[in-house]
């Protein structure tokens, strides 16, 4: 069964960066793409951003585009989300999730893999 876990959320100022982590402990970091979706309270699972198994690949979500990097190390089997100028809006719990390839239109239903999310806060 693979796991994810997410790290790094946190309490930032507008304008803030926040980098947030997703390790995957025991496997092999190059054999799947990884998501970043997140939820805010009332709100559906969004994408974020994705990134293909070997890093050549990445999407970002209009909202986040230019703010935001995905990025992954597969030697330490970890993808990270450099989440920079946050806003408010920005505020939700993260979600990290393993899939077979990285599509831009972060359709749900193709990750099989779920972490438990960390939480993301933006406020003056």
């Known amino acids: 069964q693979l796991q994810l876990v997410e790290s790094g959320g946190g309490l930032v100022q507008p304008g803030g960066s926040l980098r947030l982590s997703c390790a995957v402990p025991?496997?092999?970091?190059?054999?799947?793409?990884t998501g970043w979706f997140r939820q805010a309270p009332g709100k559906e699972r969004e994408g974020v951003s994705c990134?293909?198994?070997?890093?050549?690949?990445?999407n970002y979500a209009d909202s986040v585009k230019g703010r935001f990097t995905i990025s992954r190390d597969n030697a330490k089997n970890t993808v990270y989300l450099q989440m920079n100028n946050l806003k408010p809006e920005d505020t939700a719990i993260y979600y990290c999730?393993?899939?077979?390839?990285?599509?831009?239109?972060?359709?749900?239903?193709?990750?099989?893999?779920w972490g438990q999310g960390t939480q993301v806060t933006v406020s003056s």
């Open positions: 999730a393993a899939s077979t390839y990285c599509s831009g239109n972060f359709n749900l239903k193709l990750y099989d893999y």
């Open positions: 025991g496997f092999r970091g190059d054999l799947y793409a």
């Open positions: 990134i293909s198994s070997s890093g050549g690949l990445t």
